[in-house]
């Protein structure tokens, strides 16, 4: 029985997956820098210049703006996250607890403080607290209520982020500390917490990002001028020179401390990732 060829497919013309891949990402290339050419072209300059990048006025700011107004606000927001470390750790503590009413009550609270929006956390604390305690407003002024209001918002993200690296710790070193007559409670502290911390470091640190710029709220304090933010400070200086170079070089200074912080977090993640392989 005599062969019979068979006749050849032909082959389908067309771009391989990298081809594609580059093609596309070409094509990216192109629309991001026909964004930026048309944004360069179609901007004002000189308005833009005239309005936020004034140099003598941006040189009157100094030095007050780094030792009066950064200086408040690296306050401000220490002070609210320690605050809101130690309550943090103690609603953390309460959710795992194994007494009902203490898981309540810290479910409640942080379901409260992460659902208000900080704003109306800082009115209340600035109306409804001195109402309600006459006299408090003397006690700490306006850094006691800037550190407690801060505090009660970072206190409820941080007993959540605290929750889970107590959880992330292996059960195996709580039995081991047990084995060795630890109490559960001084095993707690010893062994599990301590650990902890060293999982949580990249979004505690994260955290207090978060709080440095929401201490921009303590405006709704009623501030003097020696207890202003960078915030307030910049917008103060806005109103009375009719110029907004005031504001730029008070987001400068967020910026001064918001980038390290920001490095610092990813060089701690990219260890803990490292750890972790």
């Not at 209340?124 to 407690?148: D, H, M, Q, R």
């Amino acid at each position: 029985m005599a062969d019979t060829d068979v006749p050849l497919q032909p082959r389908k013309k067309g771009l391989t997956r990298r081809q594609k891949r580059s093609l596309s990402r070409g094509a990216q290339y192109v629309v991001f820098v026909a964004a930026v050419i048309v944004f360069a072209v179609s901007a004002d300059w000189g308005r833009l210049k005239n309005q936020f990048a004034q140099w003598d006025i941006a040189q009157q700011m100094f030095p007050d703006v780094i030792t009066l107004a950064l200086k408040n606000t690296v306050l401000y927001t220490v002070s609210g996250f320690l605050l809101g470390l130690v309550l943090g750790l103690v609603v953390a503590l309460m959710r795992l607890s194994s007494v009902g009413p203490y898981r309540w009550l810290a479910g409640v609270y942080i379901e409260i403080f992460r659902g208000l929006p900080a704003l109306l956390i800082f009115v209340f604390i600035g109306v409804a607290v001195p109402l309600a305690f006459p006299g408090t407003e003397i006690v700490g002024g306006t850094y006691g209520k800037a550190a407690l209001g801060l505090g009660l918002i970072g206190a409820a993200y941080m007993a959540e982020t605290f929750r889970a690296g107590i959880q992330a710790v292996p059960k195996g070193q709580t039995e081991a500390a047990r084995s060795l007559g630890f109490s559960p409670a001084r095993a707690m502290v010893s062994v599990v917490i301590p650990q902890a911390f060293r999982i949580i470091l990249p979004p505690l640190t994260n955290e207090l990002i978060m709080l440095f710029k929401d201490s921009s709220l303590v405006l709704l304090l009623g501030v003097t001028l020696e207890e202003r933010e960078l915030s307030k400070y910049g917008r103060d200086l806005a109103s009375t020179t009719a110029n907004s170079t005031p504001i730029l070089v008070a987001g400068l200074c967020y910026l001064l401390v918001t980038i390290p912080l920001g490095f610092v977090v990813r060089r701690m993640e990219a260890k803990a990732q490292e750890a972790v392989k």
